[in-house]
């Protein structure tokens, strides 16, 4: 398979994952907040940062990442 949750966090800007995950440290990284870091990765030409499909369908069905909280 591809890159873990974390091997994929490593990649990324620290200020801008301090800024999306600020005061959830706690707890597992939520899919939204992955997908605003996406996001401006995509806004700033750095799209290839980016994760696969697949690796996205791993983190969730693996339980690196939650879809959503209850």
């Not at 992955?34 to 983190?59: C, F, G, R, Y």
Request: proline share 3%; net charge positive.
């Amino acid at each position: 398979m591809g890159r873990s949750y974390d091997d994929w966090l490593k990649t990324q800007d620290k200020g801008v994952v301090s800024k999306v995950r600020a005061g959830d440290e706690a707890n597992k990284p939520l899919l939204n907040q992955l997908n605003w870091i996406w996001v401006h990765n995509l806004m700033n030409k750095k799209a290839d940062l980016n994760p696969t499909s697949a690796e996205l369908l791993d983190w969730v069905t693996s339980g690196q990442i939650e879809a959503m909280r209850k």
